[in-house]
């Protein structure tokens, strides 16, 4: 019997041993006799021979030797478009996600005017939100106040913070969010922080307080017939800022001194003298221009930048990434001296556009209470209606609206009487004698620290009568009320006594007395008391 091969096979393919012939691939015996004829594919067909022959399968093309591994992908891809080309798809969709109908209408249409948000809460967890283009940081407080449920609608804000730099700063209402980010350093740690900030317009409602006259620029003074606070309330009005001045300690760039330096702060920039206090021309050198400029507060400065104080702020370009180079960091004296300087350097830079944002600001709350509140009725009304069951006739239905609210409070102070007096008794249960409502207030922080505490009422925006209650750290079974006064925060403390065998709280050594926390609260946001102002703005911090 005679053996041979279909076609020329390469010497690495068929070896010869004797006898016997070793034939690489797959292979069919053709017998000599038959003939053989080309299919249209190339393949040979077996019809009539007696010779044996060895034919492989799956035929190679000629041009192609399958000992050059480099041109395995093409011989692949021509594999892929002879199986595409003759065998249809079944699932279109799963390959051409353009072309399908069923992904394209599960899937959100993105267009490029919307940007993702990533927003911080105080608790350090965060909520990224879908904006557009030109959403300012109002809309975008909006936004966050509906999806957190946020029970006020006022005071809100966003803070850019810098946690390794320890600079921090609340933008103003019409500022664009995604043109702020685009400053940011990709590498960097910059965030935005949701939290209240009561203190954003409050120099326009005590101007005095936030600019003192001994920091008032002689040359503002241009009409001798106007008081200082008449001068800074005109001023104010039309979208403007007294010239301020005084001295500042500023941090050399090569050193880790500190040196004192008198500066001015005017429409047209921020300058130093280079002679004591001095306000001639050539005396006057030019620091910064304020309209490509930034003002932050400087947090923990004293171990970040060795300051011999704590009122420290820092003044940095606003269009670039951040550079501990670019920083110009300023330390105070006090709290008032660095607030009047910040609140100096938003004035000149906004101008009228804040005297709009604050008006803005006053209007916004009226129009959304009312719209909640009208929401809330209509959803309520079908399923909900007060009930007085006092009379002996059984209960009625209250369709007076104020009497409604009035009973509801009565009822609620019923009960926390009821159970202050329970949790007071002396043969009660010891472990349930601490009444634990005021836990659910806002204003209760639990076991913070008064640094921490201090901090957080700073960010919030220190205004006369800001507070909340936490926890003494010495003193066990106490509590603390912090208070936020001329920009200063003072600290009570809350002592538990007994009279008659009922527990009470006292901050006047027994000549107040309250039954819990909240009643505290509620006593001292009327009265003053022994405290300097009345309770007015909680403290809250809300999670995202």
């Known amino acids: 019997m005679q053996w041979r091969t279909a076609e020329n096979l390469p010497p690495d393919n068929a070896q010869s041993t004797g006898n016997m012939m070793e034939v690489a691939g797959p292979w069919t015996e053709v017998f000599e006799g038959s003939e053989m004829k080309d299919m249209s594919d190339g393949a040979e067909t077996l019809l009539g021979s007696s010779t044996l022959t060895l034919a492989p399968l799956v035929p190679e093309s000629p041009s192609i030797r399958r000992s050059q591994p480099?041109?395995?992908?093409?011989?692949?891809?021509?594999?892929?478009?002879?199986?595409?080309?003759?065998?249809?798809?079944?699932?279109?969709?799963?390959?051409?996600?353009?072309?399908?109908?069923?992904?394209?209408?599960?899937?959100?249409?993105?267009?490029?005017?919307?940007?993702?948000?990533?927003?911080?809460?105080?608790?350090?967890?965060?909520?990224?939100?879908?904006?557009?283009?030109?959403?300012?940081?109002?809309?975008?407080?909006?936004?966050?106040?509906?999806?957190?449920?946020?029970?006020?609608?006022?005071?809100?804000?966003?803070?850019?913070?810098?946690?390794?730099?320890?600079?921090?700063?609340?933008l103003e209402d019409h500022e664009v969010v995604v043109e702020v980010q685009a400053t940011w350093s990709l590498k960097g740690d910059t965030r935005l922080v949701f939290c209240k900030n009561y203190a954003k317009y409050e120099f326009f409602r005590k101007p005095v307080l936030f600019f003192p006259e001994t920091m008032i620029s002689d040359s503002a003074d241009v009409t001798k017939d106007m008081t200082s606070s008449e001068l800074i309330q005109n001023l104010l009005k039309s979208g403007t800022c007294p010239e301020i001045q005084g001295f500042l300690q500023v941090k050399e760039p090569s050193r880790k001194a500190?040196?004192?330096?008198?500066?001015?702060?005017?429409?047209s920039g921020l300058y130093c003298s280079t002679k004591g206090s001095s306000k001639?021309?050539?005396?006057?050198?030019?620091?910064?221009?304020?309209?490509?400029?930034?003002?932050?507060?400087?947090?923990?400065?004293r171990k970040l930048y060795g300051a011999p104080t704590d009122f420290t702020f820092c003044i940095k370009p606003s269009k670039n990434p951040v550079r501990t180079q670019d920083l110009k960091i300023l330390c105070a004296e006090n709290e008032q001296t660095r607030t009047c300087w910040t609140s100096a350097f938003r004035l000149f830079k906004y101008g009228k556009q804040l005297q709009c944002n604050y008006q803005l600001s006053k209007s916004a709350p009226k129009i959304l209470e009312g719209s909640k509140l009208t929401?809330?009725?209509?959803?309520?009304?079908?399923?909900l209606v007060a009930m007085d069951f006092?009379?002996?006739?059984?209960?009625?239905?209250?369709?007076?609206?104020?009497?409604?609210?009035?009973?509801?409070?009565?009822?609620?102070q019923a009960w926390r009487r009821r159970e202050a007096l329970r949790c007071s008794l002396p043969n009660s249960n010891a472990a349930a004698r601490p009444s634990s409502i005021h836990k659910s207030q806002p204003w209760f922080h639990g076991g913070i620290s008064r640094k921490e505490t201090q901090r957080l009422i700073e960010k919030q925006g220190l205004v006369d009568g800001m507070f909340l209650i936490r926890e003494s750290q010495q003193h066990a079974q106490c509590f603390v009320l912090s208070l936020c006064y001329k920009l200063k925060?003072?600290?009570?403390?809350?002592?538990?006594?007994?009279?008659?065998?009922?527990?009470?709280?006292?901050?006047?050594?027994?000549?107040?007395?309250?039954?819990?926390?909240?009643?505290?609260?509620?006593?001292?946001?009327?009265?003053?008391?022994?405290?300097?102002?009345?309770?007015?703005?909680p403290c809250v911090c809300v999670a995202l």
């Open 70 to 170: 480099i041109l395995i992908t093409v011989i692949r891809a021509k594999g892929v478009e002879h199986f595409s080309s003759s065998i249809p798809n079944p699932f279109p969709e799963l390959c051409s996600p353009s072309k399908s109908p069923v992904l394209n209408n599960s899937l959100p249409q993105l267009s490029s005017n919307k940007h993702l948000v990533k927003v911080y809460g105080e608790d350090s967890h965060s909520r990224s939100v879908w904006v557009s283009r030109a959403a300012t940081a109002r809309e975008v407080c909006h936004m966050l106040v509906q999806t957190a449920h946020c029970s006020d609608q006022e005071n809100w804000a966003l803070l850019e913070l810098y946690p390794t730099l320890g600079l921090e700063r609340c």
């Open 258 to 267: 500190w040196k004192k330096v008198y500066f001015f702060l005017r429409r």
């Open 280 to 301: 001639e021309p050539r005396h006057l050198q030019y620091v910064a221009d304020l309209d490509d400029l930034n003002v932050y507060t400087v947090v923990n400065s």
């Open 375 to 383: 929401d809330a009725k209509s959803k309520s009304e079908a399923s």
């Open 390 to 412: 006092s009379g002996k006739a059984g209960g009625r239905v209250i369709e007076n609206p104020t009497e409604a609210q009035s009973a509801e409070r009565e009822e609620g």
């Open 489 to 537: 925060t003072k600290h009570y403390l809350v002592i538990p006594c007994e009279e008659g065998g009922r527990k009470y709280f006292t901050m006047d050594d027994g000549l107040t007395l309250f039954i819990d926390l909240l009643q505290l609260v509620e006593f001292h946001q009327i009265n003053k008391g022994i405290l300097p102002v009345c309770l007015k703005h």
